[in-house]
């Protein structure tokens, strides 16, 4: 059974930083697209980011692009998610997850197959 455990939630002042990571078990993450979705509860929920197994090319939503950064350390099998100049609407559960294709396509309605219980991140002054 696929597992992930995330940490690195918290809560934040407007302009911080808060790091995400999810290490996954039971699967090779460089098999997959792995990436972060967020949702708030009542809205739809967001794809933010992933990073491809095959060739480590990394995608990211515009509402993130510039503020947050995927990465991988294959040997942890984790994926990590720095996040800057975090916003109030960046508050949400986030939630790492693994897809099969390799994050082709990738945007905002990007379904991942497989996901972890989420990690809640909150940015308020």
């Known amino acids: 059974e696929v597992k992930f455990v995330e940490t690195g939630g918290g809560l934040v002042r407007p302009g911080g930083s808060l790091r995400l990571s999810c290490k996954a078990s039971e699967i090779i993450i460089t098999d997959y697209g792995i990436g972060w979705f967020r949702q708030v509860p009542g809205k739809e929920r967001e794809a933010i980011s992933c990073i491809s197994g095959i060739d480590d090319k990394t995608y990211y939503t515009n509402s993130v692009k510039g503020r947050f950064t995927i990465g991988r350390d294959n040997a942890e099998n984790t994926v990590y998610l720095q996040m800057n100049n975090l916003k109030p609407e960046d508050t949400a559960i986030y939630y790492c997850?693994?897809?099969?294709?390799?994050?082709?396509?990738?945007?905002?309605?990007?379904?991942?197959?497989?996901w972890g219980q989420g990690s809640q991140v909150t940015v308020s002054s």
């Open positions: 997850g693994i897809e099969f294709e390799f994050c082709t396509g990738f945007g905002p309605d990007h379904d991942f197959d497989y």
